[in-house]
Structures are given as C-alpha cells and as structure tokens.
C-alpha cells in the first residue's frame, strides 16, 4: 500500500511538470538599441504659424520602423507623433508649428512590437513670418494720404521682433518704410483725382508678412 500511495505522488508530480513547465526554461526578447544621430532643423522663412521641424536620426537596419515625438520644451506630455514602418526612412518633418515657441523631439526604434528607450531630447525654437496687421485707415489730402495702422503684438511677430512696416499703394506699387516704433505714415507725390488702395506689412528677420 505504501509503494503505490509512493507511485501516484511521483505520477501527479510528473503531470504537474508537463502541465506548468516546472523547471523549463524561457526566453525574452530584448529592445531595440536607442535610434543616434538625432538632429534638428527649425524652419525661419515660412508663413505666419505654418513652421516646421525636420528630424533626422540614424538608420538601424536591425529594426521594424520608429517612432518620433513632439512637445513644447519643458512640457511632460507630447503634442503629437509618428510612427515610421520602414527601418530605412529616417526623416520626418512636423509642420503648422507656431514661431517662436520652443519645441522638443525624440524618436524610439520599434523592433518586433518592443520599444527601445527614447533619445536624449533636443530642442530648436522656429521662426516664421509675422502675422500681417489688421487693415489700415487712410486719411485722404491733397495729393497725399495719412496710412495708419494697429502694431503687431509679440504673440504675433513670428518668434522674432518685428523691425519695420511697409506701407505700399497698390496701384501705383508706390512704397514707404515705417520704424517699428511708428503706426502711421504719410505718403506723398500721389495723383491728385486717383483711386489709392494701401496695405500695410510687417517685416521681422525672417521675412515680410
């Protein structure tokens, strides 16, 4: 009675063995290496609030694709991303960026599902044209006319201080320059009877709005 009550242990054992891999052994896969050679190109010449970012990092062959982050610098939470499926594209530009803000990117490598660690974060403030001014008031005289405008506010130069306007009349592509300081200007030697129509532009380092 005993060597059989010995039997069924050694039996139930045994089952317990096959069935839970007791003693088994396992293998994890590890993650991908962190993607090299981040870099970071901000924009400076494009239109009001349409400023990119080019990221460019190293190819790992080894990978699936990658994934590259965006958030204002400091913040802890990201703007937006993308996934890249191929191992070989290692570019990716973000675009509709406002000027002026400071901007931090980061990419992982994807391989088999598993994600590497991100890069080391990198920043770069873009810079755009500034926002044109709200339309000017003209003051008709003689052969002359009083331009007259509202300055454009930091939030609206652009990332870059605004260092002059100017004031053109459309018809005869007639132009002056106003300091940043100056919200009018008078144009004269115009066509006594003519029909003036005047805008007005702000300029910053990166261009003319």
């Known amino acids: 009675m005993r060597t059989r009550l010995h039997r069924i242990s050694i039996l139930l054992l045994t ?88 901007y931090s990117v980061q990419v992982i490598a994807i391989k088999s599902g598993l994600p590497s660690a991100r890069s080391a974060a990198i920043s770069a403030t873009p810079t755009t044209k500034p926002k044109a001014p709200d339309q000017p008031k003209v003051v008709a005289g003689i052969k002359k006319a009083t331009v007259n405008w509202s300055a454009v506010p930091a939030a609206n130069n652009g990332g870059s201080p605004i260092t002059s306007y100017l004031v053109t009349e459309v018809n005869s592509n007639q132009q002056a320059v106003a300091l940043a300081t100056e919200t009018s200007k008078e144009i004269t030697g115009l066509t006594a009877g003519a029909v003036v129509e005047f805008t007005v532009a702000a300029v910053n380092a990166a261009s003319t709005s």
């Open 15 to 102: 089952v317990a063995v096959a069935l839970f891999g007791f003693g088994a052994e396992s293998t994890f896969a590890d993650p991908p290496t962190t993607p090299t050679g981040v870099s970071l190109i901000a924009s400076s010449t494009t239109e009001f609030e349409q400023a990119t970012l080019r990221v460019n990092w190293a190819a790992n062959a080894q990978v699936d694709g990658y994934t590259v982050y965006l958030r204002r610098t400091g913040a802890t939470t990201d703007l937006e991303f993308k996934t890249i499926s191929q191992s070989n594209t290692t570019e990716w530009t973000f675009t509709n960026l406002a000027g002026g803000v400071s």
